[in-house]
């Protein structure tokens, strides 16, 4: 099955700078990478998503690009606020033994992002 | 309510009860999720139910019971539970095909004493 792995597992930044998070991803026919941001005491919310047929997508301050020879990616933040604050999970679609994917996602083990004011 | 609803919010349970974690979601999708989240392994998946059948069970320990009902309610019965398995359990949903958002609900802190 895939396996996801993402580095860092803390990052402190201060307000105003850039943050980036990487992922590396292990079954190649995964087609579908979003990111979740988990707010303390709040569900996961995604923020950003990307397809295997688009290298790279931008949104505001949140870029997140893949490559997908190497298996890996990434999530940008620029001009980091306090707000910003969380911890980012990425994720990848992944199939099941059979070959199928049903929606299913593999989850990194999550980066606390901490952006000081 | 709207989204993905999970019963109850918080939950404390001795190591001999039973109970019953509910989840609802209002999108129209066809597949629900149960994810256990704890300091140790952040996001672990659990359950899949994909069209109403179960289609994973990432070895989960059978104190751990799914039931899903229809495409909009899933259940986690749990029964003989140990403090190992206090965490805050999620529930989310999405459309059964591969390469849709994920949403969840709020989640049930679970503490077993």
């Known amino acids: 099955g895939e396996n996801v792995e993402q580095h860092p597992s803390t990052l402190s930044v201060q307000e105003g700078d850039s943050a980036v998070i990487k992922c590396t991803y292990s079954d190649s026919a995964s087609n579908y990478f979003p990111w979740y941001k988990q707010e303390l005491g709040k569900r996961p919310q995604l923020i950003i998503d990307?397809?295997?047929?688009?290298g790279e997508k931008k949104d505001q301050r949140i870029a997140v690009t893949l490559n997908k020879t190497a298996k890996h990616f990434s999530l940008h933040i620029t001009e980091t606020q306090p707000e910003d604050s969380a911890v980012y999970f990425c994720?990848?679609?992944?199939?099941?033994?059979?070959?199928?994917?049903?929606?299913?996602?593999?989850f990194g083990q999550g980066t606390i992002l901490t952006v000081h004011p | 309510e709207t989204g993905v609803t999970q019963t109850p919010r918080h939950l404390v349970m001795g190591m001999t009860n039973k109970k019953s974690l509910k989840c609802e979601q209002h999108l129209g999708h066809n597949a629900m999720y149960w994810y256990k989240q704890s300091a140790k392994k952040p996001l672990e998946l659990m359950f899949v139910?994909?069209?109403?059948?179960?289609?994973e069970n990432n070895s989960v320990p059978s104190r751990f019971s799914p039931e899903c009902p229809n495409s909009s309610h899933l259940f986690l019965h749990l029964h003989t539970l140990q403090p190992e398995d206090s965490a805050l359990y999620l529930c989310a949903s999405s459309q059964a095909s591969g390469g849709y958002e994920q949403y969840f609900g709020p989640g049930t802190r679970l503490t077993v004493t």
């Open positions: 990307i397809r295997s047929n688009v």
């Open positions: 994720a990848a679609s992944g199939t099941n033994a059979g070959g199928t994917s049903y929606g299913k996602l593999t």
């Open positions: 139910y994909s069209l109403e059948e179960r289609v």
